[in-house]
T-cell receptor
Framework: EPEVTQTPSHQVTQMGQEVILRCVPISNHLYFYWYRQILGQKVEFLVSFYNNEISEKSEIFDDQFSVERPDGSNFTLKIRSTKLEDSAMYFC??????????????FGQGTRLTVV | AQTVTQSQPEMSVQEAETVTLSCTYDTSESDYYLFWYKQPPSRQMILVIRQEAYKQQNATENRFSVNFQKAAKSFSLKISDSQLGDAAMYFCAYRSAEGGNFGNEKLTFGTGTRLTIIP
């Protein structure tokens, strides 16, 4: 069964460093998302991406965040200058193939980002 | 803006028994979807069940079923014959359907209910 894959599973970075979280969505999906979950809290929407552009972003997704689909298969989240409060689990999700109207978002297994 | 509320931070149930997890939501929209996601200790988010707001019939998936009360804006999850593998965090989520194909696709999650299965 197709699945969303994320790498790495765990990343430790120093405050102020740039990190790139990588995701390979399900191949025929058109919509891509990043969510984050600070430990013990609820899952929060960051950004949605469709047709090679951001379709919506939350107030969390400020100028230090960016997303890219560089090669038609990968979908990346870049955090330019990490802060301690960026420590969280980051989930990539994808959904809705062409011609389909199902509404499920399929999630990856997450990347745990620890900023020290 | 839509909000999703899960008022039970923790629940426990004996193995093989039935448990119901509560979820309420607030929206001014008439067309939307509701979901229950399961997050086991591995932290992956797994879709359990989906309900379209325009459908009156409650969704079922094997041992999982929902009680969808649109007027009351309530969406509870019933797990029958609970198994040890059901132990997880369960999140209720809302998604608008009013934007069509190019609309608002994001999920709004509740704070979750941690379900413990007692052997």
């Amino acid at each position: 069964e197709p699945e969303v894959t994320q790498t790495p599973s765990h990343q430790v970075t120093q405050m102020g460093q740039e990190v790139i979280l990588r995701c390979v969505p399900i191949s025929n999906h058109l919509y891509f998302y990043w969510y984050r979950q600070i430990l013990g809290q609820k899952v929060e929407f960051l950004v949605s991406f469709y047709n090679n552009e951001i379709s919506e972003k939350s107030e969390i997704f400020d100028d230090q965040f960016s997303v890219e689909r560089p090669d038609g298969s990968n979908f990346t989240l870049k955090i330019r200058s990490t802060k301690l409060e960026d420590s969280a689990m980051y989930f990539c999700a994808s959904g809705r193939a062409l011609g389909q109207f199902n509404t499920e978002a399929f999630f990856g297994q997450g990347t745990r980002l620890t900023v020290v | 803006a839509q909000t999703v509320t899960q008022s039970q931070p923790e629940m426990s149930v004996q193995e093989a028994e039935t448990v119901t997890l509560s979820c309420t939501y607030d929206t001014s929209e008439s067309d939307y979807y509701l979901f229950w996601y399961k997050q086991p200790p591995s932290r992956q988010m797994i879709l359990v069940i989906r309900q379209e707001a325009y459908k009156q019939q409650n969704a079922t998936e094997n041992r999982f079923s929902v009680n969808f009360q649109k007027a009351a804006k309530s969406f509870s999850l019933k797990i029958s014959d609970s198994q040890l593998g059901d132990a997880a965090m369960y999140f209720c989520a809302y998604r608008s359907a009013e934007g069509g194909n190019f609309g608002n696709e994001k999920l709004t999650f509740g704070t979750g209910t941690r379900l413990t299965i007692i052997p």
